[in-house]
C-alpha cells in the first residue's frame, strides 16, 4: 500500500499503549493523511469494525474479570499466592477496559474523553493497568516454572506473604513510573474542537516513556517468558524421565499414565501455560507494529505507510481482547477455578460434595498454590 507522507505525523511521541490511538493519527496539520485514511476502504472497514467490536470487548471483560476475581479472593481459593496474582491481575484489566469504554465513547462524540481531570485520569490508568497486567502475567509464569524446575523452593518462593509483597510492589512502581501522564497530557483546544494530548513541552519526555514503556511491557516481559517457558518445558521433561524410571513394571504402566494425566503438576501447566499463551498471541503483534513505526519514523524520519497503520487498528483490537478473554481461559484450563465458579454463581445448578470441599481446605491448609486452583 502507499506510504503516507506526513513529515509532521506524532503518532509516536504520545501514543499511550495503543488506547489513545484515534486522536494520535489525526494529530498532524497535513490534511492529506486524514483524508488519505478516510477514503481507504480498509482502513474505514476495519475501524467500523473496531467501534463494533469494542464495547462489546469491555462488557464481556467487565463481567468476566469481576466474576474471576471474585472467585479468586473466595475462602477457597484466595488463600494462595497464584490465585492472589490472578485476581488481582483480574481487576487491573477491569481498570483498563474502562479507559478504553471511555476512549470509545470520544469515537461515539462523548466528551467524558476530553473533560479536564478525566483525560489525565484515563491515560494514567491505561499505563498502570497495561503495566500491571502483563507482569502478573510474568509472576504467574514463575511461578509456574518453580513449582516444575524447582520444586523444593515452592513453600518459599510461592508463599501469600511473598505474593503480597509482590503486588504491593508492583503497585508502587507502576504508579512512581507512569505519574509522568498526569501532568504531562492535558485537553487541548483547537479550532476543530478539544483532544486529550500530551503538551508540546513535554512531547520529547513523553515520546522517551513510550519507549521506556515498550521496554517494560513488552521486551522484558518477553524475554522473561520465553526463558520461563523453555524452563517449564525442560523440568517437565525431567520429571517425566524421573516417574518414568519409578515405574518400570508393564502392569504399573496404565495406572501411571492415569496418574500422570491427573497428577498437580500436569494441571499446574496447563491453566498458566495457557494464560502465558494467550497473552503472547493477544498482546505481542501490537507493540511490535508499535515498535516497527516507531524505528521508521526514528531512522528514515517518515510516516508510517498505510497498511501499518491498519495492521495496528487490527492488532489493536486483539490487544484489548487480552484484557477480556481470561475468564474463559480461566474456566476452560482450570478445573478447580470452574468448581468453585460453579459453586459461586451457579449454586443451584451445581452442588459440591463433602468430600471435594475437603479436598479444597486440604489445598489451601497445605500451602499449594496451584493445586488449590488445578486440583
Known amino acids: 500500500m502507499p506510504s503516507i507522507n506526513v513529515s509532521d505525523y506524532t503518532v509516536i511521541e504520545i501514543d499511550v499503549n495503543d488506547i489513545i490511538d484515534d486522536m494520535l493519527i489525526f494529530n498532524a496539520t497535513n490534511s492529506s493523511m486524514a483524508a ?18 469494542i464495547p462489546i470487548v469491555c462488557v464481556v471483560g467487565f463481567v468476566g474479570n469481576i466474576l474471576a476475581a471474585g472467585a479468586f479472593l473466595s475462602p477457597t481459593l484466595r488463600n494462595t499466592s497464584c490465585c492472589l496474582h490472578l485476581a488481582v491481575k483480574s ?11 471511555i476512549v470509545w465513547l470520544y469515537r461515539l462524540e462523548v466528551p467524558a474523553f476530553t473533560t479536564q481531570g478525566v483525560c489525565q485520569v484515563t491515560v494514567f490508568l491505561t499505563y498502570v493497568s497495561g503495566f500491571l497486567s502483563v507482569w502478573f502475567v510474568v509472576m504467574i509464569t514463575c511461578e509456574n516454572f518453580i513449582r516444575v524446575s524447582l520444586p523444593g523452593h515452592v513453600a518459599i518462593w510461592c508463599s501469600v506473604a511473598r505474593a503480597k509483597f509482590t503486588i504491593l510492589l508492583l503497585i508502587l512502581l507502576s504508579v512512581g513510573i507512569y505519574s509522568f501522564s498526569l501532568w504531562t497530557t ?3 483546544h483547537h479550532s476543530n474542537g478539544a483532544n486529550c494530548l500530551a503538551f508540546e513541552e513535554y512531547e520529547k519526555l513523553v515520546m522517551a516513556m513510550t519507549y ?9 516481559p518477553l524475554v522473561a517468558m520465553v526463558f520461563l517457558n523453555v524452563g517449564v518445558a525442560v523440568g517437565a521433561i525431567n520429571a517425566h524421565k524421573r516417574r518414568k524410571r519409578l515405574f518400570q513394571s508393564i502392569s504399573r504402566s496404565s495406572s501411571r499414565k492415569k496418574r500422570e ?15 502465558s499463551m494467550i497473552f503472547l498471541l493477544l498482546h505481542t503483534p501490537s507493540h511490535v507494529i508499535r515498535i516497527k513505526m516507531m524505528w521508521v519514523q526514528i531512522l528514515y524520519k517518515s510516516a508510517p505507510t498505510l497498511c501499518d497503520i491498519i495492521l495496528h487498528r487490527v492488532f489493536e483490537l486483539m490487544y484489548y481482547m487480552n484484557f477480556s478473554v481470561h475468564c474463559v481461559v480461566y474456566l476452560i484450563f482450570g478445573d478447580n477455578f470452574r468448581t468453585v465458579f460453579k459453586l459461586l454463581y451457579l449454586p443451584i445448578c451445581f452442588k459440591s460434595t463433602p468430600m471435594q470441599n475437603n479436598s479444597f481446605k486440604t489445598y489451601c491448609k497445605r500451602g499449594s498454590e496451584t493445586e488449590a486452583i488445578l486440583k
Open 36 to 53: 488519505g485514511l478516510q477514503d481507504n476502504p480498509w482502513y474505514v472497514f476495519v475501524r467500523k469494525f473496531q467501534t463494533v467490536m
Open 91 to 101: 481487576i487491573s484489566d477491569v481498570g483498563f477496559l474502562l479507559s478504553l469504554f
Open 186 to 188: 492535558g485537553v487541548i
Open 212 to 220: 521506556v514503556d515498550s521496554i517494560l511491557t513488552l521486551v522484558i
Open 261 to 275: 494425566s491427573s497428577s498437580p503438576e500436569a494441571k499446574v501447566s496447563k491453566l498458566l501455560f495457557a494464560v
